[in-house]
């Protein structure tokens, strides 16, 4: 074990469908140009989308490495990762939706603490809802990037979480506004948002990053930001994209 003592960063969100898993893929693929090893684990154990978003396959999942720890079965990590690249590794969500039941929260923290002694960066993705899983892991993570979108019902979701927030103190949350989502929600300003939920937006995804026919590419299983015949516009926004990140890991 070299002790790389890497970052972790749990992606989460109150409303479904904002973004997180693109999100996920995306920060995976930027730190990776940024020359670091990352570890994706895909805790989304109910729909697990990042192993077929990026079209990898492998036998071990999250369960059976959870199994294994418990039962002293385990090895090594390195068993239980599927490559996508040289340098991006995935723990993907169980397959059979009965495993995700099974899942033993107590073997959470040594996971992350592994991960984070075997990789730079370790990013992960969870379903929406803060169900007792995704608060165990974000009491683990080093981060927690929120993310929600400009929608009324997110908004008024994110103003519930962020009071939540405030009373447990946590303060690795950092929040991400998703315009690349979909063009046609923007009904707030900014300005609006930071009232009604009383908490700074740290970041905002421009809506420079939307895909039109993002499906076309999601099946390609490949890691959209990685992709070269992709052009996103704005170079200012994807630079404002790569600084979040190392600002995640305070680079
Ligand atoms: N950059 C983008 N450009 C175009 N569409 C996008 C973009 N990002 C997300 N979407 C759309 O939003 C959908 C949901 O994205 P994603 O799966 O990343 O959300 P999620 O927050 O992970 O959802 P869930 O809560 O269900 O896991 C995508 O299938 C896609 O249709
Ligand atoms: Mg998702």
Redesign the pocket.
């Known amino acids: 074990m070299n002790n790389r003592k890497g970052k972790s960063i749990i992606l989460a969100?109150s409303k479904?469908?904002?973004?997180?898993?693109?999100?996920t893929m995306n920060l995976a693929g930027i730190y990776f140009e940024l020359g670091k090893k990352v570890l994706l684990i895909d805790m989304?154990i109910n729909?697990g989308?990042i192993a077929l978003n990026l079209n990898v396959k492998g036998s071990n999942t999250i369960f059976t490495l959870t199994e294994d720890l418990l039962n002293n079965r385990f090895d090594k990590l390195s068993n239980y990762v599927i490559k996508f690249n040289d340098n991006i590794d995935i723990i993907q969500a169980p397959k059979d939706p009965r495993d995700s039941l099974k899942i033993d929260s107590r073997t959470f923290e040594s996971i992350i603490t592994m991960a984070k002694n075997n990789y730079d960066i370790v990013l992960i993705?969870t379903?929406?809802g803060f169900d007792k899983n995704n608060i165990i892991l974000m009491d683990e993570a080093d981060v927690i990037l929120y993310?929600m979108t400009n929608d009324f019902m997110d908004i008024k979701n994110t103003k519930s979480f962020m009071s939540i927030i405030k009373e447990t103190n946590l303060e690795n949350v950092k929040l991400v506004l998703n315009n690349?989502?979909?063009l046609n929600l923007n009904y707030f300003s900014n300005f609006d948002i930071r009232n009604i939920i009383k908490k700074n937006i740290d970041y905002t995804i421009s809506e420079s990053?939307?895909?039109k026919n993002?499906?076309k590419y999601i099946l390609e299983g490949e890691i959209l930001i990685l992709n070269k015949n992709l052009t996103f516009k704005d170079k200012r926004d994807y630079k404002k994209l790569v600084n979040m990140a190392k600002e995640l890991i305070n680079e």
């Open positions: 969100s479904g469908g904002v973004g997180k898993t693109i999100l989304d729909k989308t993705d379903p929406c993310v690349s989502r979909d990053f939307y895909i993002i499906t």
